[in-house]
């Protein structure tokens, strides 16, 4: 028989699940996959909360098989994932980092808070990606890492930085944070750098409420990471009987995730086929909608290099006042709409000592809006969507 706690846990994760249904067309929604309840349950009555259990364990190795990964770390964030990624780096001051101007604040700040000098790469003119030919002028003798951001899990060209950066010496990081399920040349985004960074936010195609992977290709860094992912000790060789005590060996933090987080996770793991499946067929009814019927806007631009995973649906408008005037339209028919990021090479904490120009970045800034997109978006919501963005 459950005792109380579990019990009012088990109510409360019944009406959360059943709270699927909106007034509006909201711009994310999760997924309520079916074993999450069963997994929380489970946790609980195990009384294990705090992680390192066994569904973090099999979370990791989900990573470690699909990347091809000798090391993935299951953190509480995408965000600890990348501070993690600058630890390993040893990043001091003096050192600089490249990363787009066009990203999340957590990809610029795991880096400024070791106190690298920061340098923006513009995005594209046609796309919020960065290339090789947006980093070449960043690059100097300072230069430590390079961090991609593979946008809306559409692939950055990433051979030609891969080549650069390995004649240089310089350590490649993917923020894959839009990127599972995605594809370059037929690998997995998140295998290709010397580190990988993961989110699964609730806003992500698959997420646990907050949560991250640090997935390591470069095996020179997994014996450090592991320390650091545990506050900087060796507590994980102690635990696993390698060590009769363990030690502070590093600088490190408390990055693990929660067995809460992993049982959630790893429920909707076991569906991601199914989850992008759906995702993609409203994918394909926004591109067969509008593909032809956009006057004063462009669909997002598909490379052959790459095949993306649905992570974020936008539409480029040709002004800031008509993104505007269609943000206004589709709040008007109850359906939420939004722009994304704001360049970082401007923002008020940066911008005083910066000198770096980003004008595609700033344009995508203006002009990027995103539209509703999740795996249970019924397809005749996505024709009323459509319809209102025709209309303008």
């Given at each position: 028989m459950l005792n109380t706690a579990v019990y009012i846990t088990k109510q409360i994760i019944d009406i959360t699940c059943s709270l699927n249904t909106f007034a509006i067309i909201p711009l994310h929604q999760r997924h309520p996959s079916q074993n999450e309840k069963k997994?929380?349950?489970?946790?609980?009555?195990?009384?294990?909360?705090?992680?390192?259990?066994?569904?973090?364990?099999?979370?990791?190795?989900?990573?470690?098989?699909?990347?091809?990964?000798?090391?993935?770390?299951?953190?509480?964030?995408?965000?600890?994932?990348?501070?993690i990624s600058a630890l390993l780096l040893d990043i001091?001051?003096?050192?600089?980092?490249?990363?787009?101007?066009?990203?999340?604040?957590?990809?610029?700040?795991?880096?400024?808070?070791?106190?690298?000098?920061?340098?923006?790469?513009?995005?594209?003119?046609?796309?919020?990606?960065?290339?090789?030919?947006?980093?070449?002028?960043?690059?100097?003798?300072?230069?430590?890492a390079i961090v991609v951001v593979h946008y809306g899990g559409m692939a950055v060209d990433m051979d030609p930085i891969l080549d650069f950066a390995k004649e240089k010496k310089i350590t490649v990081i993917e923020d894959a944070a839009h990127s599972i399920h995605a594809n370059y040349k037929n690998k997995p985004l998140g295998s290709l750098g010397d580190l990988s960074c993961f989110s699964f936010h609730d806003t992500k195609p698959i997420g646990c409420g907050e949560g991250g992977i640090l997935a390591i290709?470069?095996?020179?860094?997994?014996e450090k990471a592991v320390w650091m992912?545990?506050?900087?000790?060796?507590?994980?060789?102690?635990?696993?009987?390698?060590?009769?005590?363990?030690?502070?060996?590093?600088?490190?933090?408390?990055?693990?995730a929660t067995e809460l987080q992993a049982a959630v996770l790893l429920s909707q793991l076991e569906e991601s086929d199914r989850i992008f499946s759906m995702r993609q067929k409203v994918w394909d009814r926004y591109i067969f909608n509008l593909q032809h019927h956009l006057?004063?806007?462009?669909?997002?631009?598909?490379?052959?290099?790459?095949?993306?995973?649905?992570?974020?649906?936008?539409?480029?408008?040709?002004?800031?006042i008509r993104k505007q005037e269609l943000q206004k339209a589709l709040a008007k028919n109850?359906?939420?709409?939004?722009?994304?990021?704001?360049?970082?090479?401007?923002?008020?904490?940066?911008?005083?000592?910066?000198?770096?120009?980003?004008?595609?970045?700033?344009?995508?800034?203006?002009?990027?809006?995103?539209?509703?997109?999740?795996s249970g978006l019924d397809l005749r919501e996505v024709d009323r969507i459509c319809e209102v963005v025709m209309g303008i």
């Open positions: 997994y929380l349950l489970q946790v609980l009555e195990d009384g294990i909360l705090s992680g390192g259990g066994t569904f973090l364990k099999r979370c990791e190795h989900w990573f470690e098989e699909i990347l091809t990964s000798p090391k993935a770390l299951l953190t509480h964030s995408c965000t600890g994932a990348l501070e001091n001051e003096g050192d600089e980092v490249i990363v787009p101007s066009y990203t999340f604040v957590s990809t610029a700040n795991a880096f400024a808070l070791r106190g690298a000098k920061l340098r923006f790469a513009d995005s594209l003119p046609d796309h919020p990606n960065i290339q090789l030919e947006t980093i070449l002028p960043l690059v100097n003798s300072k230069t430590r290709q470069n095996e020179e860094f997994i992912y545990d506050k900087g000790t060796n507590r994980q060789d102690f635990l696993a009987g390698k060590s009769i005590d363990y030690q502070w060996k590093s600088l490190g933090s408390s990055y693990n006057k004063y806007a462009t669909l997002p631009k598909q490379n052959s290099f790459g095949n993306h995973n649905t992570s974020i649906f936008y539409i480029l408008c040709d002004s800031i109850d359906i939420q709409s939004a722009g994304h990021y704001l360049c970082l090479h401007q923002s008020p904490y940066i911008a005083s000592h910066n000198n770096d120009f980003c004008p595609n970045a700033v344009s995508i800034e203006g002009r990027l809006l995103r539209l509703p997109i999740y």
